[in-house]
């Protein structure tokens, strides 16, 4: 079965970084586009970015643009998201989620991992 | 990037239906068949219900069911049970890699 299993969140003061971890298991990773999608508390779901299968491609939302790096390692099935210059406003579950194959639609969501910026 | 307009709360009855809807633009809603839509109980994951419109993957009840007239798009929960009262979330591609949520609706069965 599907699996996405996120790690590496926690509490971090406003302008330093967090690297987020996502192990993907029970399907081909190499196949499939990665979103991470957030929720800030109490909030909305929002998107944040997407990156190709093959690493070719990656897109982000408005509010992380310039701040935050998608990546993946096919090899080992994980995904990553670097968030540099971190504000109050990125405290958020962060999800790691599946894009569909040939089609746009997140099918899979791993639990979520909470992030807070705080002093 | 603005997000897809979705009334705050629905309700009903067991047994009845209610209407979500999820109001974007050409850009988004209207220009692509890449619409879906997320179910999402309190500290749990979303859990995908319907995709490109109106779509159901497997394992998701045909009581849910979604449609699309130019820019707005809709879910249906016909008899609604306990367990369907949940927040709501609708997803339109966006083009360029770009993808949009909805507001989210919050349904409460009566």
């Known amino acids: 079965q599907v699996q996405l299993v996120e790690s590496g969140g926690g509490v971090v003061q406003p302008g330093k970084s967090l690297r987020l971890s996502c192990a993907a298991s029970?399907?081909?990773?190499?196949?499939?586009?990665m979103h991470w999608v957030r929720q800030a508390p109490g909030k909305g779901l929002e998107w944040v970015a997407v990156?190709?299968?093959?690493?070719?491609?990656?897109q982000y939302g408005d509010p992380v643009k310039g701040r935050i790096t998608i990546s993946r390692d096919n090899s080992r099935s994980t995904l990553d998201l670097q968030m540099n210059s971190l504000r109050a406003e990125d405290t958020a579950v962060y999800y790691c989620?599946?894009?569909?194959?040939?089609?746009?639609?997140?099918?899979?969501w791993g639990q979520g991992i909470l992030v807070t910026v705080s002093s | 990037q603005s997000a897809l307009t979705q009334p705050p709360s629905a309700s009903g009855s067991p047994g009845q239906s209610v209407t979500i809807s999820c109001t974007g633009t050409?850009?988004?809603?209207?220009?692509?068949?890449?619409v879906s839509w997320y179910q999402q109980h309190p500290g749990k994951a979303p859990k995908l219900m319907i995709y490109e419109v109106n779509k159901r993957p497997s394992g998701v009840p045909d009581r849910f069911s979604g449609s699309k007239s130019g820019n707005t798009a809709s879910l249906t929960v016909s008899g609604l049970q306990a367990e369907d009262e949940a927040d709501y979330y609708c997803s339109s591609y966006a083009g360029s890699n770009i993808h949009v949520f909805g507001t989210g609706t919050k349904v409460t069965v009566l």
């Open positions: 989620v599946r894009g569909g194959a040939g089609t746009n639609v997140f099918d899979y």
């Open positions: 990156i190709w299968f093959d690493g070719s491609n990656k």
């Open positions: 050409s850009s988004d809603v209207g220009g692509y068949k890449y």
């Open positions: 029970g399907f081909t990773f190499s196949n499939y586009g």
